[in-house]
């Protein structure tokens, strides 16, 4: 009797298996989550990192990062580097690291020539690049010894077939390299609903693991306001696990230069509300939710739900702090909120 019960678990359980992979679900899909397994225990080889980096005139800065990638504790990672099409030193720089780095994989492509993110994004869907991770690197900035190593050890408890996002907060230095502070360290959860509405993962800090990059090869190349921005929104609107830690994994520096500068102090997080008031804001969402919509398949139900209250809102501009109070949507501080349900009264959302 023992026996035949238990052979009946195994089938009842085995059938409750079966009916979980067959059953539909939006999102990134319940058949790779169950199927998901993580490397076997007594595997010690130690996991790949693909960096991910787009140039562009960069020859001011570029040597001292490529110096702060080769002080990594982690050291099994590959450099791939889109160009944009720079007029200066920046690819004879890239060209002696690689003369005098034999061992360390360099592999240089030509951009887009589309801007940033067009470049950025043009890496994370080029498919010869291959990797367990991905991180993105900006040319200018300073990368902390155990960037990599601290990422990895957090994103290495999500399942592989999960997607997840690693990101965190930064130390801001000037041109010559001086702390002048950090980023904000924002206490809300990091999730679809804040996605919509901020971008709180800072792309010089992000790390994916596989299963983010393929969700975003999937979409492929779209209009987008920024690659960390977009990131966040798929990573976060599939379903999948966003990490946000609070240490300062990144010397990001601020300079003339800067397609996007910190936010430390109050002057500047005043002009980010300012740019939202002014109707700024309103651009990038439209760009946001074009990009979006090719991307619903991948979407859950909940987060499916958020954007047709945040893209209803937009167009009922008289009930729009109630739907936004409807769909659970925020921002990060309460000045940055309070601006948010302004600007949606005002048709600048």
Request: net charge neutral.
């Amino acid at each position: 009797m023992r026996i035949s019960n238990s052979m009946e678990v195994v089938r009842d359980d085995a059938n409750h298996q079966v009916s979980a992979l067959l059953a539909p679900e939006q999102g990134f899909g319940r058949a790779a989550r169950l199927l998901s397994h993580h490397k076997p225990v007594n595997d010690t080889t130690p996991a790949s990192v693909a960096i991910l980096m787009a140039t562009y005139d960069g020859q001011e800065f570029l040597p001292e990062q490529l110096s702060s990638l080769q002080s990594q504790t982690h050291q099994h990672w590959s450099l791939w580097v889109s160009d944009d099409g720079s007029s200066d030193n920046t690819l004879n720089i890239l060209k002696e690291f690689q003369a005098e780095h034999s061992k360390t994989p360099l592999n240089i492509t030509h951009g887009p020539q589309q801007g940033f993110a067009s470049n950025f994004l043009s890496l994370v869907c080029n498919q010869n690049i291959q990797a367990d991770y991905f991180a993105f690197c900006d040319q200018d900035d300073i990368w902390e010894p155990q960037k990599l190593e601290r990422a990895l050890t957090k994103l290495a408890d999500v399942p592989d077939g999960i997607p997840a996002l690693y990101c965190s907060r930064t130390a801001l230095i000037c041109e010559k390299g001086t702390l002048i502070g950090t980023s904000p360290l924002f206490q809300r959860e990091p999730c679809f609903a804040n996605a919509l509405v901020q971008s709180i993962a800072g792309g010089n800090t992000i790390v994916i693991n596989k299963a983010a990059r393929e969700l975003l090869s999937q979409v492929g190349m779209v209009d987008i306001v920024s690659h960390d921005w977009w990131a966040y929104l798929m990573v976060s609107g599939s379903g999948g696990k966003i990490i946000y830690d609070d240490y300062t994994s990144v010397r990001y520096r601020q300079h003339s230069q800067n397609l996007v500068g910190g936010s430390v102090s109050a002057a500047a997080r005043f002009r980010r509300v300012h740019m939202l008031l002014r109707g700024r804001f309103k651009h990038w969402n439209d760009r946001n939710i074009s990009a979006l919509v090719k991307a619903e398949h991948l979407l859950t139900e909940e987060s499916h739900a958020i954007l047709q209250q945040f893209k209803y809102a937009r167009r009922h501009w008289l009930r729009a702090p109630w739907h936004l109070h409807q769909s659970g949507i925020y921002r990060q501080t309460p000045i940055s909120s309070t601006a948010l349900y302004v600007a949606a009264a005002m048709r600048l959302m």
